[in-house]
């Protein structure tokens, strides 16, 4: 991006902006619901709390 001949201020923005939702995309709680995709795993969870992740894998 440094290309881009943007203001090193700008930059540092947008790349805030690019981290922020990589971060939100790849964070379970704010990820889209598998059955409705308009609602977040967070909002479907309502006050229930994620103790325990478990990986599960078929060969």
Same mark, same amino acid.
């Given at each position: ?23 939100? /995309?790849?964070? $379970? ?9 308009? %609602? #977040?795993? /967070?909002?479907? $969870? ?9 990986? %599960? #894998?078929?060969?």
């Amino acid at each position: 991006m440094k290309n881009d001949k943007k203001p090193p201020e700008i930059l540092e923005k947008i790349m805030m902006g690019k981290e922020k939702k990589f971060r939100e /995309e790849n964070a $379970l709680t704010t990820q889209a619901f598998v059955k409705d995709q308009n %609602v #977040s795993v /967070e909002k479907m $969870l309502g006050s229930a709390q994620i103790k325990e992740y478990v990986r %599960v #894998s078929f060969n």
